[in-house]
């Protein structure tokens, strides 16, 4: 069957570490992989989209990798900071049934 | 810009009334817009996807004469939740595609609307 799961539904972490959120698929062959950040009671903002034949995608003190070999995408915040507390999602392009298809999350807490 | 609203942003009726939620873009005409449910602790869950003009295709699942959609503009999808029961209580987030774009990926969403229904 076809999955997306992200593998912890929470973490926490002290500020200044980096945090490394985990998306993995099954039965899937997405073109692309996104992440979004979803602010309790709001919702998704995208932050980050990576290709297929991309390896790793960076924007400030984000970094994603996508790797289709593991069918897996790391996400990481680099010198957390308590804002960055929010749940983080993951979602691919299901291009068989034309719609996105998101991960239940992760609720990442920094803790300063 | 690539703004979407919603509203209301939460709404609380009786069993058995029916709830209208306006999913709006700002500043871009949208030709396909989507809803999705998310229940606490849990991911978002596509409903239905509405093209202007057009009917709605709902997922599997989906009681289409329960939710009703109508997408009657470029930025306008309206989802009426009809003879809502207390297990339709729920987050409702729209979002939307902008009609310049055949990207699935481009997809601006909605604050959400928090239905909770007594």
């Known amino acids: 069957s076809q999955k997306i799961e992200q593998n912890s539904e929470a973490l926490n972490i002290q500020e200044g570490k980096t945090a490394t959120l985990t998306c993995n698929y099954t039965n899937y062959s997405p073109a692309y992989l996104q992440w979004y950040r979803q602010d309790p009671g709001r919702g998704p903002v995208f932050l980050l989209l990576?290709?297929?034949?991309?390896k790793e995608k960076r924007k400030e003190r984000l970094k994603v990798t996508f790797d289709t070999t593991l069918k897996q995408s790391l996400f990481h915040i680099t010198a957390s900071q308590p804002a960055d507390s929010a749940t983080y999602l993951c979602a691919l392009e299901d291009s068989s049934a034309s719609k996105i298809i998101f991960g239940s999350g992760t609720r990442l807490s920094i803790r300063p | 810009g690539a703004v979407v609203s919603q509203h209301p942003s939460w709404v609380i009726c009786k069993s058995g009334t029916s709830v209208k939620i306006e999913c709006r873009s700002l500043d871009f005409q949208a030709t396909t817009m989507f809803w999705y449910r998310q229940f606490p602790k849990q991911s978002l869950m596509l409903m239905a996807t509405s093209n202007e003009g057009s009917k709605a295709t709902y997922e599997q699942g989906v009681e289409k004469d329960k939710f009703l959609i109508n997408h009657a503009s470029l930025t306008l999808s309206t989802l009426t939740v009809t003879s809502a029961h207390p297990e339709d209580s729920s987050f409702y987030i729209c979002s939307a595609r902008p009609g310049t774009s055949g990207r699935l990926s481009e997809q601006f969403f909605g604050p959400g609307t928090r239905l909770t229904v007594l």
């Open positions: 990576i290709r297929e034949n991309e």
